[in-house]
């Protein structure tokens, strides 16, 4: 049985590391099981969960081009699936959804928005967003030169 991502495999545990374990796959061939890989809550340390010579069943994740495989233990067991959720509803833009209790009078999230919205200034181009970010940067840039400059006695600084 050729060793291919995807396919299940029953290995034998031979080394432990800080970062996972390398199991002995048939054919001779060695993976390894990352420490994320072990099981599906977090795993501090890993002799807790596995120990050399354990036998374990492995799913083959990666196969690398120069010969390293990836093992999973935990995406080697068969779980049931999951039910799907059923679908939200879409709602078009600007249509109503119903409401979920609670006061919705005139005074709404939703028109406070919309009233802040008219009252903005109409967009500026990027060029002109540009040229006043540089000016307040250069400007902030300023009076912190100055500031740090006073208090360390910078250039310019009498001396006694």
């Known amino acids: ?15 432990i590391t800080n970062f996972g374990a390398f199991v002995e796959l048939p ?7 990352h420490i994320s890989e072990v099981a599906d809550n977090y ?6 969960h596995l120990k050399v010579g354990d036998e374990v069943e492995v799913k083959v994740i ?11 233990i935990k995406k080697a067991k068969d779980r049931p699936e999951r ?3 059923p679908e939200r509803p879409q709602y078009e833009r600007g249509e109503r959804r119903e409401s979920r209790g609670g006061y919705s ?8 928005n919309a009233k802040s919205n008219e009252n903005r200034a109409p967009k500026e181009n990027f060029e002109s967003k540009m040229a006043r970010f540089l000016k307040d940067s250069e400007d902030r840039l300023a009076s912190l030169k100055r500031n740090t400059e006073s208090k360390r ?8």
Not at 27 to 33: D, I, N, S, Y
Request: no cysteine; charged share 30%; hydrophobic share 25%.
């Open 105 to 112: 009078g005139g005074n709404s999230q939703r028109s406070r």
């Open 83 to 85: 039910p799907e959720r």
């Open 153 to 160: 006695g910078g250039r310019g600084a009498r001396r006694g």
């Open 1 to 15: 049985m050729s060793i291919e991502v995807g396919s299940k495999l029953q290995g034998k545990v031979t080394g």
């Open 27 to 33: 054919e001779g061939a060695t993976g390894l099981v």
């Open 62 to 72: 990666n196969v690398e081009k120069d010969g390293k495989i990836g093992l999973s």
């Open 43 to 48: 795993v501090k340390d890993i002799n807790d």
